[in-house]
């Protein structure tokens, strides 16, 4: 008997060792295929933030476009049918926050599921007493910290339509898969050398208290008011104004600039010229 479970476990270790190295396989071929003019022409389409790219920008946006659409999963939603043009629009917008960084893709992202448009979403909220109240919210997107993003593709198209407005559904979701990456979403993600959480820490709780305080009095804002709600809905709003209103926040916030610009490695400001 014991022989015989041996041999099972032997022949199931083969088999995931056989399927390893063919996944690897797969995957070295499909990155290795030249970005095809259809997806690039998507990108043109509905990525305008592509559009100001510089050659050796494009060229890397476009790579780490190939690696996202390779390593995870999309799935349909509502009866929405996946194709080329949702994945590469949602890889193309998610990957610009990785322009300019050198780490792995999202590390602990699995899939992607979209929806044509809004969406409910079940809720349960704890009251005093114990009474929980359960319901459900419209929603345009979503961020799990175990692995998944929702989306609605009309909200997608949308907010990438017009970079002026501070508004885009897929940068403010994966800005909150960046800040959970630590397993924690409190608006503060991984930096690369320690002595900027100390500078985030400061600017961070000095900028979302005066954000609160202006929406609080009903004045304009250059980040969304929505970014008040609490500090991971800071980081992420704040990483929708610095790619689509870089020069207002920079005029702003010009800390919380800064930082935002080493954390993600670029300057978006420079391409409001092209």
Known sequence: MIGYLAFIIGLLLLYWVWR??????????LLALPFSEEWRSILARNVPLFGRLDAGQKERLEHRVQRFLVDFTFEGCGGLEIDDEIRVTIAGQACML??????????????ILVYPSTYRARDRRMHDGGFVEEGGQSRLGESWG????VLAWDAVLHG???LRDGHNVVLHEFAHQLDQEDG???????FDHPPQYSAWARVLERDFEKLVARVSRGR???IDAYGATNKAEFFAVATE???EKPRLLEKRYPELYELLREFYGLDPGDWQGR
């Open 20 to 29: 390893t190295i063919a996944r690897r396989r797969e995957r070295a071929r």
């Open 98 to 111: 990785l322009l300019g960084r050198d780490q792995p893709l999202f590390p602990k992202l699995r899939s």
């Open 146 to 149: 175990q692995g998944y993003v």
């Open 160 to 162: 990438a339509s017009d």
């Open 184 to 190: 924690a979403a409190d608006g503060v993600p991984l």
């Open 220 to 222: 304009r804002t250059v």
């Open 241 to 243: 104004t610095f790619f």
